[in-house]
């Protein structure tokens, strides 16, 4: 792919990318590499939850788990990052962000909890301060998102930014409100995210790296499987502090630079391998919000319900078995009709809520200012990172 065709990635518009009229097309097609990025990696997600009950049985399941959670969020993160360039907390933006991360945090987290309780008999408690399960990436997101200014501005943003993450991985004082452990932890990823460019993206294409992919990725099952009897899985969450994971405080410095550097080069080799052509997934990377927090009832339920528990789901073709179907869910989740029914609860249009925001003309004129012009600013990352 041609670096120039990396800095279209906007061009088209997804219902999460306004909140206000829609706006005149630009004469940029949207780039195909970040939905086929996007759909490939929640087709990951979505297998890697459905492995979670079997790997405890199964070497390969668990070697495969540890790799699949060494790369697929902080990729996701990555992207995040980098479709946040352009965010100045602007009227449109911060309007945006309500919509399509804060209303989804807070429905889903009330949604899933509630399933929770009625599916597994607990007490029902509700905190949206608590995130459970899948929806700590959107609280994360929504800090991120809200800091980026901030890292658009300082010096040596990515060094500060690992260094915020592997002090918060030595304090155990940090905890589960707002999900702050995974947003520290998980920053560095979206901070590199955030400085990247699409010429950056554009070496990911060049023939010599797609080749050196394939076997990083094999290189780095191997270490897993190796691994997997020899480590934690629970670094990988990046939810604990090394004390709670009961490790000295020191390895919460040197697994966070460790972990940092593995999941970049896992991460960088999976999206060498992602294609940069439209393919019949690519219009689905689109829908990849919905099939992350909607999977979520099913991965639960399915341990809720007791569907692990039979002998086939020990065998190797019970394994891939349910590997198809929750690749078939990913997909399923993904789709047009699905992002029809629920986009009034994802995509939320909430002019009710808001002002209107002065038009361009009413707004103060700034000599000599550099604010990028609308086509620019969809240029430099206005897609749903999700």
Known sequence: MPPTSLGTAPGGTTPADDTGPTPKRSATPRD???????????????????????????????????????????????????????????????????????????????ALNVFRAWADGEELKISLLHPWYLTWFLMALFVWRLTAPLWQLVRHPILLSTAIAALASIDPGIGPDLGLQRVLQFLPFFVLGLKMRPEHFALLRERRVRIAAGPVLVGGALVAYWAVLRMNPDWFYRRDAAQDLNAPWWAGVSMTVGMLVCSLVLS??????????????????????????????????????????????RTALGAVTISALAAALAVALTTAPVRHVFRYVMEPRLDWLFHEPARPSDAPHTPGGSEPSTSARRRDGEQSPL
């Open 32 to 110: 195909p590499f970040f939905d086929n990025a996007k759909f490939l990696a929640i087709v990951l997600v979505v297998v890697g939850h459905s492995w979670e009950a079997l790997r405890d049985d199964n070497r390969v399941l668990a070697a495969g788990y540890l790799l699949l959670y060494a790369f697929h969020m902080p990729a996701f993160t990555l992207i995040s990052g980098y479709f946040s360039r352009s965010f100045r907390h602007e009227p449109r933006q911060i309007k945006r962000l309500v919509s399509s991360v804060l209303v989804p945090y807070a429905v889903f987290e009330i």
């Open 268 to 313: 960088f080799a999976f999206l060498a391998l992602v294609p940069g052509r439209r393919t019949w997934f690519t219009a689905l990377g689109a829908g990849t919000l919905y099939a992350y927090l909607l999977h979520g009832f099913l991965a639960k339920g399915a341990h809720f319900w007791g569907w692990y528990d039979n002998d086939f789901s």
